[in-house]
């Protein structure tokens, strides 16, 4: 079973301001992923990481970036959130392995942008 | 890119039903994952499927690897309220560690 915390669960914040949603997993996982996604809706993967010091860009254009210095922790920032940046933002995590190795998800960060 | 379409998009069934939903997918995929999200949580893992024809069950739910590997199945027997909630499918083809999610089914479950 894995252990993935996000924090905060729900931030309300003005435009232009600058954000870090966290995102800790407890199991050493190498690889972590942040998902957005819109309520009711489909997942869509903006940042990935495979391991320290490495991330990449996801399927979905994303104005947020991330950072990856420890294995545990993959947190992703808005330098200037706007309101088109409201939605919802899931971390995952999962283990190095041949073959799928399934993903594990956080609650969620809820982000409202006013 | 890739696309995941999940059929129905919703349902409403009576408590007691069985309930079907499916995946397709434009490629293949080496994996296929099932998840349940509740309202305001993040998706729960239900099912991992590895090989094509695979079938696997775990309490109420049986899932399916199709044969041409470009489609899933899950099957939920004698629906209960707890079951109310989104299913998605995720797939992962081979050489990459990335999943693609599809569009999700919506249950709700009729007392």
């Known amino acids: 079973e894995a252990d993935i915390y996000q924090t905060p669960r729900y931030l309300v914040i003005g435009t232009g301001k600058k954000i870090t949603l966290e995102c800790s997993q407890t199991m050493g996982h190498d690889k972590m992923y942040w998902y957005q996604q819109d309520p009711g809706m489909e997942l869509h993967l903006i940042h990935y990481?495979?391991?320290?010091?490495?991330?990449e860009k996801g399927d979905l254009s994303s104005e947020s970036t991330v950072s990856r210095i420890r294995t545990e922790h993959f947190p992703l920032t808005l330098e200037s959130a706007r309101p088109s940046h409201t939605s919802q933002y899931l971390c995952a995590s999962s283990e190095t392995g041949t073959g799928g190795q399934p993903q594990h998800f956080g609650d969620g960060t809820r982000l409202s942008i006013l | 890119g890739q696309q995941l379409n999940q059929s129905p998009q919703s349902m409403f069934i009576q408590e007691g039903e069985d309930v079907s939903m499916n995946c397709t997918s434009s490629s293949i995929f080496n994996t296929w994952l099932w998840y349940k999200q509740d309202p305001g949580e993040g998706p729960v893992l239900l099912i991992a499927?590895?090989?094509?024809?695979e079938l696997t069950s775990n309490g109420r739910l049986t899932a399916q690897f199709g044969i041409t590997r470009k489609d899933s199945f899950l099957n939920i027997s004698a629906s209960i309220p707890s079951d109310v909630g989104i299913y998605f499918c995720?797939?992962?083809?081979?050489?990459?560690?990335?999943?693609?999610f599809g569009t999700g089914t919506r249950l709700k479950v009729l007392a």
């Open positions: 990481s495979y391991g320290v010091n490495s991330t």
């Open positions: 499927l590895y090989k094509a024809g």
């Open positions: 995720a797939g992962q083809s081979s050489g990459t560690y990335k999943y693609i």
